[in-house]
């Protein structure tokens, strides 16, 4: 499922139209991004966890050459699912 799909069904299930429904998205999807943003979490019980993980610099190898390279730190977006999700699953 793209964006375009998951807009077309909140749109259906919600009632909306597309345009309030794209809206609603892109507004959830900003505060997702704004809250991570700001080193905080974003839990929707039932569905899973948002959060921010620190990944350290370390040492790599450029796959062309067999060079070493540094690798620098980078803080990257971490999704766990909740309990709901991974039962509606199996």
Not at 35 to 57: H, M, N, Q
């Amino acid at each position: 499922m793209n964006k375009t799909e998951l807009i077309e069904h909140i749109a259906k299930q919600a009632d909306l139209s597309k345009a309030a429904a794209g809206r609603a998205l892109e507004a959830t999807m900003g505060a997702v991004r704004a809250t991570l943003k700001k080193g905080g979490t974003v839990s929707l019980v039932g569905f899973g966890t948002f959060d921010v993980a620190k990944r350290a610099a370390r040492v790599g190898r450029n796959p062309r050459t067999g060079a070493a390279i540094k690798i620098k730190s980078a803080k990257v977006p971490k999704f766990r699912p909740g309990k709901a999700l991974k039962d509606a699953l199996n």
